[in-house]
């Protein structure tokens, strides 16, 4: 790959160089950038690149560009930031905006006080439509989103109601808020997981909500276009965390390779250990084997019945768990449907296996002198297994989110390796029983 | 379960009960509400839900259901009811709301054109300020979002500028439009996948866009709300695909017996009998499993930790690709990445598994007389294998891509499947090379 000549760069174009280039290259490719380019590639950058980028460039612009941004976005890159930065970011800002940080960065990234922004549009109920309307007028701000709402507050900053910027037009110049305030509002606590607070967005459709402690106080504001990245973000851990990874928390062309090492390493080595088991379940009937090699022609086959069915079912659970159209009170009514869907999956793949399997022998010859013996034991331990991996599979996110732990780290390879020596147990045993029947 | 007596639930108890229900009671227990709270009711429905319920209920109440919804929400409706239901759902709507709903119609549930509500502010550039704020103010609409911007069209709802309701309040009452309206707009194709514009919801911090057809001209609104649903539609497809089920459409809770059996079965076939390449595989080395029945032990540990590994390559891959972080012409530097990667993850493989070998045969004594050449062949094994896994894993969502299919459809299931195949030769090459070198 050729180096893009930085100094000449436009914002689409460092854009689409960006992940590749090293971090002087960035810094020269965004310095060279008008003020205004500058300002729309900033806005659209991730909270981790944007802190490595401010970390990086010259002092003077980094002062510039930390007092362009609102406290929340600050908060975001001090957080990316490492720890012994913090102080010299935080010394660059103006006071007031270094407070509003600062308060900001008491809370958990992943919580509603993370995610909201502290500046919303103070009303006070004794105050005119028209009165509002002018000191809204006044109100300066980055976010323009947030002057669609004025939240009416008593002392403390105790939300009372809300009224939107149309409801002010649109009423006598002369009326008080009191009496043209929405006051049945729908909040978030400011402890609640951003997860949690892409629920309420997801049921309610609405463009802005107030955040308040447990007092009522208001807080700030979380927009609907935070959530479109919240969503994202929550789906991404899920799906990483469902595949065997710890979650990145960055993009993946962009994670090192030792803690992709890392991220990836531990559940792999866990589940090789883990894997052992299916290498004594196998060593217990080594003279099976022995005597019957036909026996451990099927066996991959077999236990990755058990496997793909079980991460199916765990997959599907995981999921409904995230998006709450199943609880953990649910657990029965899903081990139900799950009974059912197995029974009906294992008949399915068990007639398929037989049928595979008398078609396979026709070619191959390998079944022995009673094929059809073979064929049904086959046919046999498909029906097991698969019944098994469906209940495991779905029964093991209830198991962790019983237990405090994440329903997502029921990924995909460990069910398939859990499954795959309690399958192997159940071939060598119900293959065993049904060639005893014939042969007796 | 006892059935709850439906003639007197809340919201909340019938929120809760609803899945369980039959039609009937749903019905029952919706009538039931009061307007308001049916009202609230409804709206969290999900289109498939709702549909189905505005079918159940009389006649009667179902014209007044439906002439309650916004144009949008009644062609959700139209689209999940049975085709011959259509004409009599339409022929129930008021006539402009009947023409709006056909014209939504048109476009696929997917497109941006399915999510918009053609409901949007109509402002001419003639206008001044003051003009524009009383034509909205009698705006009257059930989407109240809508009214804070004014979109500014010529002949043919040809788009030319936004303004904001806030700038027509702040500027003075003569203005004219043409000279307020921004005119740099990032506008949505109508037959833009919704996906798509899910990610542009989540570079851009916008609350609402306005989408055109081919010529510029106004169709719609989409606001950030409604993507808010998007982003976790399509992540759930994703998510349900990479687990090796077609998506489900619906809640998983209210899936029928026979359409689940149908999503989740037809994949699992089709991995059955893909699976049938490790029995050929296993035929083909038939005398060697004879004459060396320890190479059997670790046939389903060292296949699974290539199906790990590719199971977790592939949904970091998807995921990536979704999130537009890797597009089909980086493929070159995701091969590089994961050769490394599989490297790094192989060597850490093959060590804990011939630590853990060892360790294992000091309990067992199952590795015959040379247990040190046969860990020795395991870990190599594990080494090649790995390396195989994550390489096949990461570039089948590619190939798929390529192919123009769904790189999602590269499930967990499906790759451990076709690297448990391949893992057998490679098995049985490696550890019998490994094997003949210390024997000679």
Redesign the interface.
Known sequence: MTTPDVDSLSVVELTEAWP?LSDEDRVQGFVMLSWEDAEEFF??LSAHDAAELVLNIPEYDRQRWLRSLPPDDVADIVQEAPEEEHEAILGLLEPSVREETVALLAYDEDDAGGLMTPRYARLQAGMTAAEA?DY??QQKSQN??I??YGYVVEAEDRLVGVV???EL??SPPEQKLRDLMTTEIVTIPEDMDQEEV?RI???????CLPVVDAEGCMKGIV???????V??EE??E???K????EA?DA???QVG?LE??RK??V???L???L??F???A??RY?EE??KL?VL??????I???G???G??A???????MA?D??RLR?WW??VK?EF??GL??GT??AV??VL??LL?NMF?S?MGSEPMHMATAVGGS?LCV?LWGTLAGSMLPFLLRRCGADPASAS??LV??LV??SG?VIYFTVAGLILQCFAA
Chains 1, 2 share one sequence.
Not at 242 to 245: M, S, V
Not at 296 to 301: E, K
Not at 314 to 320: F, G, I, N, Q
Request: aromatic content about 8%; glycine content about 6%.
């Open positions: 590749a806005s659209h309307i809204l007028r323009a989103e002057i669609y939107s910027f149309r037009v649109m892409s967005y997801a049921h309610e459709d609405l463009l927009t609907a276009d935070d959530i479109v990245d969503v994202d789906a991404t899920d799906m990483q469902i595949g065997g990874t990145l993009p993946y062309l390779f992709m090492l990836r390493g559940w792999l080595i589940l090789l250990l894997g052992f299916t290498v004594e196998m060593g080594e084997l022995r090699v451990s022609l099927f066996i991959p086959l236990i990755s019945c496997g793909n069915t991460s199916q765990s997959t599907l659970v995981v999921r409904a998006l159209e199943v649910d009514r899903v449907r059912v869907m009906g999956l399915l793949l398929a296996g595979a399997a396979w191959s390998r498909i698969v995909a390879p398939a390796t795959d020596a192997l």
